[in-house]
């Protein structure tokens, strides 16, 4: 069996993609972070005025507000909460791509908005929503798309992050336990619907008869 090793050159290369990959990625997060921490604080200054762009259940002059409710939150103490595993599953969920994940992030917006529009009870807003769905989205890209690199990421997130699951049952009436539920569908769908199809091999030729 013969070895080829790859090139000093295309592996100089690789790394070059990739470490580009990820300060993008970084920057792109926290970029976000920053856009809440600053709606955030205007929102204080403002007396709470902001937390009207919250979903407001069944409501359908507030539909807009699906967009808007996943970068919101209803005080500093609820923004810092959820700071951590947004920049940490958030970047994670960026690496491999600014595109797929503006795209994933759509989803989950969409699917967590209308869930908690159809669902939900008073107004709700929080990134806590997007949080669900970059766990999703990791897990399920660990599953359909079969990459050893995904499956290690999605076991490092269910070792680090897995106790968020329980964050799907109703508990604290002050929580949105729906918010949890369908930003988590919404990563999930958005794995599958994103994920990297395989190259089917091509047919062997019908023998000739």
């Known amino acids: 069996m013969s070895y080829s090793p790859v090139p000093e050159s295309r592996r100089r290369d690789g790394l070059a993609v990739h470490g580009a990959r990820a300060l993008t990625a970084a920057a792109v997060v926290l970029g976000i972070t920053a856009v809440m921490w600053v709606l955030e ?13 919250g979903v407001q259940a069944h409501d359908v002059n507030d539909l807009p507000d699906i967009f808007t409710a996943p970068f919101m939150h209803g005080s500093l103490g609820h923004l810092a909460g959820n700071t951590l595993p947004f920049v940490v599953l958030g970047f994670l969920a960026a ?6 994940f503006l ?12 869930g908690v529009w159809f669902t939900g009870s008073g107004n709700t807003l929080g990134s806590s929503i997007l ?11 660990g599953v359909f798309e079969r990459r050893l ?7 490092g997130v269910v070792a680090v ?3 968020l699951i329980f964050g799907i049952l109703p508990q604290d009436p ?13 990563g999930v769908l958005s794995a599958w619907v994103l994920r990297r199809r395989r190259e089917r091999e091509p047919a062997a030729p019908a023998p000739v008869l």
């Open 174 to 186: 002050n929580i949105s336990w729906q918010g949890h539920l369908f930003g988590l569908i919404g």
């Open 131 to 141: 949080v669900f769905g970059f766990f999703g989205y990791l897990l399920g890209r």
């Open 149 to 155: 690199a995904d499956i290690a990421i999605a076991v």
């Open 41 to 53: 604080l205007v929102d204080v200054v403002l007396g709470g005025t902001l937390d009207r762009l």
């Open 95 to 100: 690496v491999r791509g600014i595109g797929r």
């Open 103 to 114: 795209a994933m992030m759509l989803v989950v917006t969409v699917v967590g908005g209308l």
């Open 161 to 163: 992050y897995g106790t």
